[in-house]
């Protein structure tokens, strides 16, 4: 089990382009929850999703930031018309069933906006 | 919704010692609450866990502890190590699983 993937590990973006994020969940997980790190501060909860459903996006701002978990394929972080405050690093982790399971982080996206 | 609070902050221990980091929740029906351990530019890692129908888990080294009443639960680490300085995350979640609301962290530091 290769645990769950993220890539890239690194992005530099400038200001104004788009970021894309992407997590690979771990075989037979179906949930998956991004979270965004700071430096020296916790891990601050964005959004919940489960195969192609969105259940919980409230800590995800309204506007520029989207996410998707398709049928096939990874889930997407998309943040658009990144600005300097977007760096962070962005982690992705997946569970089997909803709450009442371990939640597997991957290694992180850290994204740098220039 | 759950607010999870952490302390220390930091925390700084004589290799062979005990530490002790303590987290308190906000909303009584959580009811699982695990604890994450994240090195330098590493991934956050679940060292050991409590559902809240047991009030201790051990792990070798590593306790939990957890008084619902008082709605709070520590990480007991004890004859720490070196390999131990990492920053600690408590988290709690409900029923509903729709999110794990995280604590700030504790940066633990053992000197050998």
């Known amino acids: 089990n290769a645990g769950v993937m993220q890539n890239p590990r690194h992005l530099v973006r400038r200001r104004g382009q788009e970021a894309r994020l992407r997590c690979s969940p771990m075989?037979?997980?179906?949930?998956v929850y991004w979270y965004r790190q700071l430096p020296e501060e916790g891990l601050k909860f964005m959004v919940y999703?489960?195969?192609?459903?969105?259940?919980?996006e409230s800590g995800m701002p309204k506007e520029r930031f989207s996410a998707e978990f398709p049928k096939e394929g990874p889930s997407i972080l998309r943040i658009q018309q990144v600005v300097r405050g977007d760096s962070a690093a962005y982690f992705c982790?997946?569970?089997?069933?909803?709450?009442?399971?371990?939640?597997?982080f991957g290694s992180g996206t850290q994204l740098s906006v220039l | 919704g759950e607010n999870v609070e952490q302390h220390p902050s930091t925390l700084s221990v004589q290799e062979g010692d005990s530490a002790v980091i303590k987290c308190t929740y906000s909303?009584?029906?959580?009811?699982?609450f695990p604890w994450y351990k994240q090195e330098l530019g590493k991934r956050p890692q679940l060292i050991i866990d409590?559902?809240?129908?047991?009030g201790e888990k051990k792990d070798q080294r590593i306790a939990v502890t957890l008084n619902k009443t008082a709605k709070h639960f520590s990480l007991h680490i004890t004859e720490t190590q070196p390999e131990d300085s990492a920053v600690y995350f408590c988290?709690?979640?409900?029923?509903?699983?729709?999110?794990?609301?995280f604590g700030t962290g504790t940066s633990l530091t053992v000197i050998p």
């Open positions: 075989k037979g997980h179906s949930h």
């Open positions: 909303d009584s029906a959580s009811n699982y």
């Open positions: 409590i559902r809240s129908n047991v």
């Open positions: 988290a709690a979640s409900t029923p509903s699983g729709n999110q794990f609301y």
């Open positions: 999703l489960q195969k192609e459903n969105i259940i919980d």
């Open positions: 982790a997946s569970s089997p069933r909803t709450g009442r399971e371990k939640l597997f």
